[in-house]
């Protein structure tokens, strides 16, 4: 398997932009994390759903963030509008049950001007 | 998940043992796990231990957990430049999703 797959790796914005992260998940694995790393507030759980249905969504930090899982290969992370303090490193993560490993994808590393 | 608490920075000279701790407060933690993080990439699993066990090794890594005190720690054994990274415990219950995450471990290995 190819691991989690995010895209952009990269993505440089202007503050007020709309910016769409993706992830594709590890086939067969039932749970996806998103995750914001940054070097004030270290690794935050934003958001994470079970069989596409999001289950906590207590870590997106505002309205301007939402995310979906349309079906079990892909998930977007949407910021609009998008502002200087959203710059961080983007984590998705996918999993296979309760208390499991999470394998990890690269990251898109976000930086909003 | 409950709180993850690890020190944040740790300075080892190579070729000595490295041993970062860990303490968690969810008793429930059925697996307990130890990341690597890179500089520019992801968190990937290094090791892991069930909380039925009280050591396991893997190589130069030994994992040691006190189940009675929530106390886990990752000793690498002749530590190595490459051995430079943050690292993370994390833990799990079999009744939910996520894991716990401590804020990561600075490792930094001097000549």
């Known amino acids: 398997d190819a691991g989690v797959i995010q895209s952009p790796r990269h993505e440089v914005t202007e503050m007020g932009q709309e910016v769409t992260l993706r992830c594709k998940p590890i086939?067969?694995?039932?749970?996806l994390f998103w995750y914001r790393q940054t070097m004030m507030r270290g690794l935050e759980l934003l958001i994470y759903f079970n069989n596409n249905v999001p289950i906590d969504d207590s870590g997106m930090p505002e309205d301007r963030f939402s995310a979906k899982m349309p079906n079990a290969s892909f998930s977007t992370l949407k910021i609009q509008p998008s502002e200087p303090r959203d710059s961080a490193v983007y984590f998705c993560a996918s999993s296979l049950g309760p208390g499991g490993e999470q394998f990890f994808g690269p990251g898109t590393r976000l930086t909003v001007l | 998940g409950e709180d993850v608490e690890q020190s944040l920075f740790l300075s080892v000279r190579e070729g000595d043992s490295s041993v970062i701790n860990c303490t968690y407060t969810?008793?429930?933690?059925?697996?307990l796990y130890w990341y690597k993080q890179e500089p520019g990439a992801g968190l990937q699993l290094l090791t892991y231990?069930?909380?039925?066990?009280d050591m396991k090794q893997d190589q130069r890594l030994t994992v040691l957990l006190n189940k009675k005190d929530k106390h886990l720690s990752l000793r690498i054994a002749d530590t190595q430049t490459g051995d430079s990274a943050i690292y993370f415990c994390a833990e799990g219950a079999s009744n939910d999703y996520k894991l716990s995450f401590g804020a990561g471990t600075t490792v930094t290995v001097r000549a």
């Open positions: 231990i069930f909380s039925n066990m």
């Open positions: 086939s067969g694995h039932n749970s």
């Open positions: 969810d008793s429930s933690s059925t697996y």
